[in-house]
């Protein structure tokens, strides 16, 4: 497979462990506000994902 970037460029050093959990913490936040988003924008939809959240939850066994 080709490389992606003009022949000059170095290839990016390797990610930091800090880096990468800056990252999942900032894609995190952003998943809650969506899901908060659909949440408002379809109550219907959420609150019958909610009831099938706690069926799921009341049913699971250790």
Known sequence: MPDTKPSGEMPDPPETAAQRRARRAQFLRDL?????????VQPRRARAARMRQQMRMRTFRW
């Open 32 to 40: 809650m506000e969506a899901r908060a988003l659909r949440d408002r």
